[in-house]
């Protein structure tokens, strides 16, 4: 079996790699999906008993998984019990084959199947083994049980999300998941480069809560610098003013004036250049001690325009800003449109469904405007067995 079997096979500078995927719900599925995109082909190996827990989290298309879909087009699908001696030989076959395995159990679980990295590098030395985890396959917290809403609140996250007056917030997207899967794909392809080196395969350990800790940014700056913890601060930057949404005529607004020279264009374009001259706002530093007084005169004077056209005159004056959109509003974008960040794929039990595209373009690589089908549980199961001479 090789990478290059099926006939509608995906295009990209990762073509010809097999990823054997063992991975359900968000962090795994997304981060084959990026190889996926990129070239890749992915067998999604599922259990029997239903597959992938994803497969039964709503919205539903004709009973379909609009979640699963999402995570899930263009990959192939066999169910296998890992227990069962059958299905053992199979995922063995495949994994001689294979070029990368993903899978994100707790740790431990495939060293009980028999399965876990030192097992599966006797079967194939160039193997590159990524594991995503909630907690990663060392430290005390190693067999607890995790999910994108857990690891937010224990990494800092949501500590810093919301207004300061309000209540826990969990950020609008699963950025838990995400990011270590986003993160197991960096390490893959540093993987895939030593490999290239080498000759040798790698583990790959990869855990959400790291990852979390990761994306911190400046909070840990401004911890280690002040000493003091950071808070939520609403959409307003803690380094950096004015940064943040402003309301006008209409409704909110996003202004980013980054430095100095972008203050001044604002407070011209606003019709007050005096602003820029102000004791209190000449610099960064001093506007962000007096943000809220910044806030308040720039309100002021956004009150007299609808946010359409002060978008408008900002933009001309070459300053920062943008529209708050819902994603109804962002999918519709002509910048996203135009960039081929909305997708469809054309599946035969759901019909014709939006998707998000892939954000990394490549030049010498089509970026198409469909995807492949979602597969049904195990429907790649004789064509994968042929192709594996079983």
């Known amino acids: 079996m090789t990478a290059t079997d099926p006939t509608d096979k995906p295009k990209g500078p990762l073509a010809g790699l097999l990823v ?3 991975t359900r719900v968000l962090a795994g599925p997304y981060c084959t999906l990026v190889l996926q995109d990129l ?41 296998l019990d890992l227990k069962a001696p059958a299905d053992r030989a199979v995922f063995e076959r495949m994994i001689g084959r294979a070029d990368i395995v993903v899978e994100n159990y707790r740790p431990g679980t495939m060293e009980k199947l028999g399965y876990g990295w030192q097992a599966l590098r006797t079967l194939n030395k160039r193997l590159i083994y990524a594991a995503v985890s909630g907690f990663g396959q060392t430290g005390p917290y190693k067999n607890r049980a995790a999910y994108d809403m857990v690891v937010q609140a224990m990494g800092g996250v949501m500590s810093l999300t919301g207004h300061d007056d309000g209540k826990p917030t969990r950020v609008g997207t699963s950025i838990g998941d995400i990011t270590a899967g986003l993160f197991g ?8 480069e030593h490999r290239h080196r080498s000759g040798e395969g790698t583990m790959v350990d990869v855990a959400m809560l790291d990852c979390q800790i990761a994306i ?50 604002l407070a011209d374009a606003l019709g007050k250049p005096a602003l820029a001259k102000d004791e209190r706002f000449k610099t960064n530093d001093a506007r962000t001690r007096n943000h809220g007084s ?28 943008g529209p708050i959109n819902n994603v109804a509003e962002a999918l519709a974008d002509p910048q996203i449109v135009a960039r081929g960040m909305v997708v469809t794929t054309d599946d035969p039990v759901a019909g014709t469904l939006k998707m998000a595209g892939n954000p990394i373009k490549l030049s010498g690589f089509a970026d198409p405007a469909t995807r492949g089908p979602t597969p049904e549980l195990d429907g790649d199961r004789a064509a994968i067995l042929k192709e594996l001479g079983l």
């Open 20 to 22: 054997i995927d063992l």
């Open 39 to 79: 070239g890749a082909t992915v067998i999604k190996v599922e259990t029997p008993q239903g597959g992938d827990d994803a497969r039964h989290y709503g919205p539903f298309v004709n009973g379909k998984s609009a979640y699963f879909m999402s995570l899930n087009r263009g990959k192939r699908s066999i169910a």
């Open 294 to 321: 910044l806030k308040a005169e720039l309100e002021g004077l956004l009150a007299a325009r609808p946010s359409t056209a002060w978008l408008a005159i900002l933009d001309k004056a070459g300053v920062p800003c």
């Open 185 to 192: 794909t960096i390490g893959i392809l540093s993987a895939l």
């Open 216 to 265: 911190l940014e400046n909070a840990i700056a401004r911890y280690a610098a002040t000493g003091q913890v950071p808070g939520p601060m609403g959409a307003r930057h803690p380094s950096i003013t004015p940064f943040e949404a402003l309301k006008a005529a209409d409704g909110h607004m996003v202004i980013a004036a980054g430095n100095d020279q972008l203050f001044a264009r």
